[in-house]
């Protein structure tokens, strides 16, 4: 991996990080994927990234726990949460751990790249290099 990161995915169904790859690199954006928490955190995309975009059910630790120790190493890094299952239990509970959004599975291009660009938009308030 060479150069900054505008997002990394993390989700365990390839076919949706495929999706979102494809989405996001269409319009111009870095993107890097992992399919667990447990790469995402080895990664070194996690320190590079302008945004996280992480499955909320994911093998071995979850995506709470990824939330959590991405905040503790990264305060300012916007995460949204992806999830098939959007019940109120989770969405309160990711919004207690610290998620900037809640994105419930399915959901289309437009909201996808609506939340994206939201997310991006915070890093470049926050001071990172604007990227398309």
């Known amino acids: ?5 505008d997002v990394l995915v993390v989700d365990d169904e390839p076919v949706v990080r495929d999706a979102v790859m494809r989405v996001l690199a269409a319009v111009g954006l870095t993107v890097e994927t992992a399919p667990d928490a447990e790469t995402a955190l080895a990664s070194p995309a996690a320190d590079m990234c302008r945004m996280v975009l992480c499955d909320l059910m994911l ?3 979850s995506g709470l726990h990824l939330l959590r120790q991405l905040r503790a190493r990264r305060p300012e890094l916007p995460i949204a949460m992806i999830t098939g299952y959007a019940t109120p239990a989770n969405a309160d509970a990711v919004r207690e751990a ?9 959901f289309d291009e437009d909201e996808l790249l609506s939340l994206v660009r939201h997310a991006l938009a915070l890093t470049d308030v926050a001071g990172e290099e604007p990227r398309p």
């Open 1 to 5: 991996m060479s150069g900054r990161v």
């Open 59 to 61: 093998p071995g630790e």
């Open 98 to 106: 610290g998620a900037n959004a809640f994105l419930p599975k399915p």
